[in-house]
């Protein structure tokens, strides 16, 4: 691997082991803050909607300056963010401004592989990338909860007198908050060890309007490439459906393991860690040119969360959801592999990531909404998780099939 491909990787796990920290110290500090139970969802959704909104105008930022550069200035907002929540901001707003700096990171910290690494190692750099993320998800929710707790201010006041000093930073959240803060600087500082290349695909115009007309076309040109396609649609449908099955393996936790939500929290972890076996394996055995063909196992992966419903043993429970994280990363991959490739070539790769961000996070805010809907309707975790395992697979069939359809065409006179 080039050099410059390990400081990415080193900017991207302190950078994302600070978000999922943050999320925790957010969520204790509303409930500190006595704030109505539907804040902590609505948490998500601040974070989350900066990515649809910001859609048309982070892929040009992303193409326009040195990659480095852009995750440095992404990085710098999640920390004026962490300021601004130290500072008194309501968290919910403080939260989005953090969610503005993740926008903005995406579309940079997944195109610049396409600019330092040949295409042949692209599948082996993602699994890197995803591999690390997910240690980070896991790891942060570690140090996140760990931090919130109240021994962990005692601990640091000990250590570090100076911060009795520090206005606003009296409770465990803001003490977290702070630490949280360090590793995004962390995180800036490596970003200018990345080196700087070419620019490509800058846009001409740089209006709001032009922006807004750039971003519908790379959307519809990325919809319409038979590989775009593919890889759009089976990595909208991952990252939707997983950040909805972080919710339904709590509630099942729950109905069919009978764990109290501490341990049930540790569950949604065992799946990152097959997350992380799924993209190592991906990364060593699938090449590019061969990406499609792990379709079958997004299949297999809405058939298993279908099983899920007949498991009533927390051990046996552990090795399912490995297994249905492995299943997930293994497919997943290898797609935003081809879809950086494919995005790269037909118009930069900021501008497919953010097409890719819009995408992705609009499925996580439609699946988490139908979850919704079929929780006020009464019905139970079981029925949701056989109704959400079934989407899964016949999804993934539709997708398989329209590619496979899409293969037997003849071409275009």
């Not at 943050?22 to 974070?47: N, R, S």
């Not at 993320?133 to 707790?149: C, D, E, H, W, Y």
């Not at 005692?154 to 908050?177: H, K, N, S, Y």
Request: aromatic share 10%; net charge positive.
């Amino acid at each position: 691997m080039a050099r410059g491909f390990y400081p990415i990787l080193a900017a991207q796990f302190f950078s994302a082991l600070a978000d999922n920290a943050l999320l925790f110290a957010a969520i204790a500090l509303l409930t500190e803050q006595a704030a109505p139970a539907w804040h902590t969802p609505v948490l998500q959704q601040f974070f989350v909607f900066a990515y649809i909104v910001l859609a048309p105008f982070v892929g040009p930022f992303a193409d326009a300056l040195p990659k480095g550069r852009v995750m440095f200035v992404s990085n710098a907002v999640k920390i004026v963010g962490c300021v601004a929540m130290l500072g008194g901001l309501q968290p919910l707003f403080a939260y989005g401004i953090v969610g503005l700096g993740a926008a903005m990171y995406s579309p940079a910290k997944y195109g610049i592989l396409t600019e330092v690494l040949p295409p042949e190692k692209l599948v082996l750099a993602n699994g890197w990338m995803e591999g690390l993320t997910v240690a980070s998800i896991i790891l942060g929710a570690i140090v996140g909860g760990a931090m919130v707790g109240p021994q962990f201010p005692q601990w640091m006041f000990g250590r570090f007198p100076l911060l009795g000093a520090v206005p606003r930073l009296d409770t465990a959240p803001e003490v977290a908050i702070l630490v949280i803060l360090l590793l995004y600087l962390v995180a800036a500082l490596i970003n200018l060890y990345i080196p700087q290349v070419a620019r490509t695909h800058a846009v001409a115009k740089r209006d709001p309007l032009s922006l807004v007309a750039d971003f519908a076309r790379c959307f519809v040109r990325l919809w319409r490439d038979p590989l775009g396609q593919v890889s759009l649609a089976v990595t909208t449908l991952f990252w939707g459906a997983g950040a909805t099955l972080r919710l339904i393996v709590l509630a099942w936790a729950a109905a069919a393991l009978h764990l109290d939500l501490e341990r049930a929290t540790q569950l949604t972890a065992v799946v990152a860690v097959g997350i992380a076996i799924g993209s190592v394996v991906a990364a060593k055995t699938v090449a590019l040119d061969h990406a499609v063909r792990v379709l079958p196992v997004g299949i297999a992966m809405g058939g298993v969360v279908m099983a899920m419903t007949l498991v009533h043993d927390w051990r046996i429970a552990i090795g399912l959801l490995v297994l249905i994280g492995a299943l997930g990363g293994y497919f997943v991959v290898p797609m935003n592999a081809l879809l950086q490739h494919r995005g790269h070539g037909l118009m930069g790769a900021g501008h497919s990531i953010a097409v890719q961000n819009f995408n992705e996070n609009l499925s996580i805010l439609g699946m988490l909404g139908l979850y919704a809907l079929m929780l006020g309707a009464g019905l139970s975790v079981f029925t949701i998780t056989v109704a959400f395992g079934a989407f899964v697979m016949l999804s993934m069939v539709a997708i398989w099939r329209r590619h496979r359809h899409d293969q037997d065409a003849p071409p275009p006179l």
